[in-house]
């Protein structure tokens, strides 16, 4: 009987899953030599590297627009400096090795202790300046690396692997240390994330990817789509707000998942919003042309159509049939809604925005969540404003964990222009079903080991005097350290002779104002005692202690003091607490 041939797609796949796992038990093998690595010699591998990827940034961001046609060359070469640069400043004081940390007061040191092998897998929005970031924070933390690049991007993320493995063998890595697939299947991809060798999964890609790695059985950090939205409050700087939003959104033509995709725009400001994007080269479609476009970008699965992903609104436009002038920058689409029924809602990954009017911040509020809620749940929004309090319901209330405030969404969620820590993969936290929601830095790849010490003296029962063992026998209590003894409480004196020190004291230096000891009559212990409150038409008191407090509530009175008495503390706050004091004017 004959075989059943065997597809050259079935001959990929298996090619693929063979690399795969070759290409995982050899950076185990790299991993358990890096794991041995000083700080010294690890940060040289990563200054090595850094500073070769520094050198090929615009190399690389020729190749990466040449291979995948997504994107603008001089963007994607600050994106590769971004993440040589920018990234690399930010670990590289980073301590990974060792002690990290000394908590003193209670006896626990930290000492950090690298993951393992890191699957990385690689988009082809931003493949080589995702490349470099994930090589750097990686080493950082002493694991070795395999990147599985997206198909359509292989050849500008092998570059990149290449210069970036090539410095990092000179500076000492051990080789291994840095591999990528040149296979590269989905069945190849997720043997790799599913390989036992593999100890945690960093993937940046579309919502099915992110769903893959979460379901490989390995610890995962995996980033999906943003659908951002943008929200111009009425107290904004309207001409800065729209610059910020046209620059995010037209930043390599709008690739990143943090770009802006919607604009909000609060109504008191509306008419002046329009004019601005208007004269900074936005355009306004008209229902015949959103329909046209809608048909072009958005697929029946709900997605950004790829060839329209990263190319220019001019370029856009002509493709779908709608004339607009030659400096257009971005295309509107004012919408009256989000969801199915309003296919330009979607995450676009193009210079395209929805545009919406609300009446106030808070129905700005609601229409910002339902966009995040439509794709981009737990990754970016920005709020442009000068209301601090809007601003911080804004901060409270939305389901996204990076509310950039008044900068470009694109910018300010990976660090560029906030103090974010600077990355080129963004946590969605629960809200988008990541494990985190922070930026991803090497303390992500790292594990803590804690050297705790005793504080608190352990006593079992078996400690106890007269406890017996399984022997039968009766168990002598080891002697264990005492607790140090309570201070003796401090010896007081009477109300009456602290009377006596403060009039003798108050006559020494010459003053000769009205005392206790001239107002009050017999003292609590005596017989017959008077309460020591003034009556209503006597003066005001210069020293009140406790007994004079209790004696002015017993008989419902107030004490009148002066401005300069001398009140104990006891007496204060009893006094305060049933607030009897009333203070006399100063009288010179």
């Not at 690689?122 to 493949?127: D, F, K, L, M």
């Not at 629960?430 to 005793?454: F, M, V």
Request: proline share 7%; glycine share 8%.
């Amino acid at each position: 009987m004959a075989e059943p041939a065997v597809s050259p797609q079935s001959d990929r796949d298996l090619a693929s899953i063979a690399e795969a796992r070759a290409l995982a038990r050899r950076a185990k093998q790299a991993w358990l030599e890096l794991a041995e690595f000083d700080q010294t010699r690890i940060d040289a591998i990563v200054d090595a590297m850094a500073a070769a990827a520094t050198a090929q940034a615009e190399s690389f961001a020729r190749l990466a627009v040449e291979e995948t046609t997504y994107g603008v060359v001089e963007d994607k070469i600050q994106k590769n400096l971004f993440s040589s640069q920018k990234v690399y400043n930010f670990i590289r004081a980073m301590k990974t090795v060792g002690v990290v940390a000394r908590d003193n007061d209670r006896r626990v040191v930290e000492i950090a202790e690298p993951f393992g092998v890191v699957a990385a897998v690689v988009p082809s929005t931003n493949p080589t300046s995702t490349a470099i970031y994930k090589i750097l924070i990686a080493l950082k933390a002493r694991c070795a690396i395999v990147l599985s690049p997206h198909p359509s991007a292989v050849r500008c993320i092998t570059r990149v692997a290449e210069v970036m493995e090539e410095a990092a063998r000179r500076a000492g890595a051990p080789a291994g240390s840095i591999n990528w697939m040149s296979t590269v299947t989905l069945e190849g991809t997720q043997e790799l994330m599913k390989h036992r060798d593999v100890a945690v999964i960093l993937a940046t890609g579309g919502m099915g990817l992110v769903r893959a790695a979460y379901s490989a059985g390995k610890p995962a950090y995996g980033v999906g789509p943003g659908n951002a939205p943008a929200f111009i409050e009425r107290t904004a700087n309207v001409k800065k707000a729209v610059h910020d939003i046209i620059a995010g959104k037209t930043f390599d033509n709008g690739v990143l998942c943090s770009s802006e995709n919607s604009v909000v725009v609060d109504e008191p400001v509306a008419a002046e919003t329009r004019s601005e994007f208007q004269a900074q080269g936005g355009y306004f479609m008209n229902k015949a042309e959103m329909d046209a476009l809608a048909r072009m970008l958005v697929t029946p699965q709900r997605l950004p159509n790829p060839a329209l992903v990263g190319k220019s609104a001019v370029a856009i436009a002509e493709k779908c049939g709608i004339s607009v002038p030659s400096d257009t920058r971005v295309l509107l689409a004012p919408l009256e809604g989000v969801g199915r029924d309003y296919p330009l809602s979607i995450e676009k990954l193009c210079p395209v925005l929805s545009y919406y009017v609300v009446k106030d911040w808070r129905e700005g509020c609601e229409r910002c969540k339902q966009i995040l809620r439509y794709g981009g749940m737990g990754h970016t929004m920005s709020i442009h404003s000068q209301n601090d309090q809007v601003i911080l319901e804004f901060g409270l209330k939305k389901p996204a964990f990076r509310i950039v405030v008044n900068t470009p969404t694109t910018h300010g969620s990976v660090g560029l222009s906030t103090g974010l820590d600077p990355a080129m993969t963004l946590g969605c936290g629960g809200y988008g079903g990541n494990i985190t929601s922070d930026n991803i830095s090497p303390r992500h790849l790292l594990n803590i080991k804690r050297l705790a010490y005793e504080v608190s003296p352990v006593v079992s029962r078996w400690d106890r005097p007269g406890a017996r063992g399984g022997n039968g026998q009766v168990q002598t209590a080891p002697r264990l350290p005492s607790a140090p003894p309570k201070p003796p409480p401090p010896a007081g004196i009477s109300a009456e002779a602290l009377s006596r020190r403060i009039d003798q004291f108050l006559a020494a230096r010459g003053y000769q104002g009205q005392t206790r000891s001239q107002t009050a009559g017999p003292t609590a212990g005596q017989a017959g005692s008077q309460t020591a409150a003034p009556a209503p038409n006597q003066g005001p008191l210069d020293f009140v202690c406790e007994d004079d407090v209790r004696q002015a509530i017993q008989s419902g009175r107030k004490i009148v003091v002066s401005e300069r008495a001398i009140v104990t503390p006891a007496a204060r706050d009893l006094g305060e607490q049933h607030r009897v004091f009333t203070i006399a004017p100063w009288r010179g």
